[in-house]
């Protein structure tokens, strides 16, 4: 199935100059390893960094400012941000770089019961920016309602995800932010696994679910 929902030009934009945390790198990462539509972008978007790099004039700068901009830019990058294998193309549910990340394909993996027919992995990173994390809702699981506190990538791997009028398929990417108040679910058939990345805590509505929140780490 051809993917329909993409990395918007942002992220993709940040992704190429390095600017992105380690894990929405990662989901851009595991996203280009499914979709030669944004591989092509994003090798667009690499030349046209390269080229206003080359193009920018090169100015003097005394010593000390050369060494202490040296110095930020070596604190800087802690966490190399994983990049797409150079031959992407796999017949893995799971493809690198998140295989890696997970230490094998789904059948290799072991779930944490997050709650009722929610499973979940959560994925370790170096960089505590966002976090990341695996997680299977069997088919037909509604997600509590909720609001978001920051931005949450969120990347189809199997079966579906139905957000209002949207159906979601493997490879496909959704991004929401503060103003996204909504309630997901499983589509009909296979599980959905999905790959979701979130910056700030989600908002539930439920007493309940909020109730639960901080023992599970969303
Ligand atoms: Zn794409």
């Given at each position: 199935?051809?993917?329909?929902?993409?990395?918007?030009?942002?992220?993709?934009?940040?992704?190429?100059?390095?600017?992105?945390?380690?894990?929405?790198?990662?989901l851009?990462?595991?996203?280009?390893?499914?979709?030669?539509?944004?591989?092509?972008?994003?090798?667009?978007?690499?030349?046209?960094?390269?080229?206003?790099?080359?193009s920018?004039?090169?100015?003097?700068?005394?010593?000390?400012?050369?060494?202490?901009?040296?110095?930020?830019?070596?604190?800087?990058?802690?966490s190399?941000?994983?990049?797409t294998?150079?031959?992407?193309?796999?017949?893995?549910?799971?493809?690198?770089?998140?295989?890696?990340?997970?230490?094998?394909?789904?059948?290799?993996?072991?779930?944490?019961?997050?709650?009722?027919?929610?499973?979940?992995?959560?994925?370790?990173?170096?960089?505590?920016?966002?976090?990341?994390?695996?997680?299977?809702?069997?088919?037909?699981?509604?997600v509590?309602?909720?609001?978001?506190?920051?931005?949450?990538?969120?990347?189809?791997?199997?079966?579906?995800?139905?957000?209002?009028?949207?159906?979601?398929?493997?490879?496909?990417?959704a991004?929401?932010?503060?103003?996204?108040?909504?309630?997901?679910?499983?589509?009909?058939?296979?599980?959905?696994?999905?790959?979701?990345?979130?910056?700030?805590?989600?908002?539930?509505?439920?007493?309940?679910?909020?109730?639960?929140?901080?023992?599970?780490?969303?």
């Amino acid at each position: 199935m051809t993917i329909k929902f993409h990395i918007s030009d942002d992220i993709l934009l940040s992704y190429s100059a390095g600017a992105l945390d380690e894990a929405s790198s990662l989901l851009v990462a595991t996203h280009l390893a499914l979709c030669p539509h944004c591989r092509a972008r994003n090798k667009s978007a690499d030349s046209l960094g390269g080229y206003l790099l080359e193009s920018l004039e090169a100015t003097p700068v005394s010593p000390t400012m050369r060494a202490t901009v040296l110095s930020q830019v070596k604190n800087e990058v802690t966490s190399p941000a994983p990049k797409t294998p150079s031959r992407p193309f796999t017949n893995a549910i799971i493809p690198d770089p998140l295989r890696s990340y997970l230490g094998g394909d789904l059948d290799d993996l072991h779930w944490n019961r997050l709650a009722p027919r929610v499973q979940q992995i959560p994925i370790d990173t170096t960089d505590h920016r966002s976090k990341a994390r695996l997680l299977r809702f069997q088919s037909g699981l509604m997600v509590p309602s909720h609001g978001h506190n920051g931005r949450e990538l969120t990347l189809v791997l199997t079966g579906s995800l139905c957000d209002r009028d949207t159906v979601m398929y493997r490879g496909d990417i959704a991004e929401t932010d503060e103003r996204t108040e909504h309630q997901p679910f499983a589509g009909p058939g296979e599980d959905c696994v999905c790959l979701a990345v979130t910056d700030a805590p989600l908002r539930f509505k439920s007493v309940l679910a909020r109730l639960l929140q901080p023992f599970f780490g969303i």
